[in-house]
């Protein structure tokens, strides 16, 4: 598996990158990732759901990730 980067994907449906969305998590002190799907105004994870906790393709890049790393100063 490939180590996660700020331009990789996490949101296909709305190209979103963990770089984007770790930007939202520290901006909004965001805790879980159901946070981040609920904000109508930021476009996120509320078409396919794939990129809640299992990835787009099925290898753990999620939001649920994305928050980890955040809450754990990875990124």
């Known amino acids: 598996m490939e180590m ?5 994907m996490i949101c296909h449906c709305h190209n979103k990158t963990l770089g984007e ?8 002190k965001i805790e879980k990732w ?3 799907v609920e904000d ?3 476009e996120c ?4 759901e794939n990129c809640h906790t299992e990835g787009y393709h099925n290898d753990g890049m999620s939001l649920a990730m994305a928050v ?3 809450k754990r100063g990875y990124i």
């Open 4 to 8: 996660p980067t700020a331009d990789m």
């Open 21 to 28: 969305i770790a930007k939202y998590i520290k901006e909004h």
């Open 34 to 36: 159901e946070q981040i």
């Open 40 to 42: 109508l105004n930021f």
């Open 45 to 48: 994870g509320d078409t396919c």
């Open 68 to 70: 980890g790393m955040v």
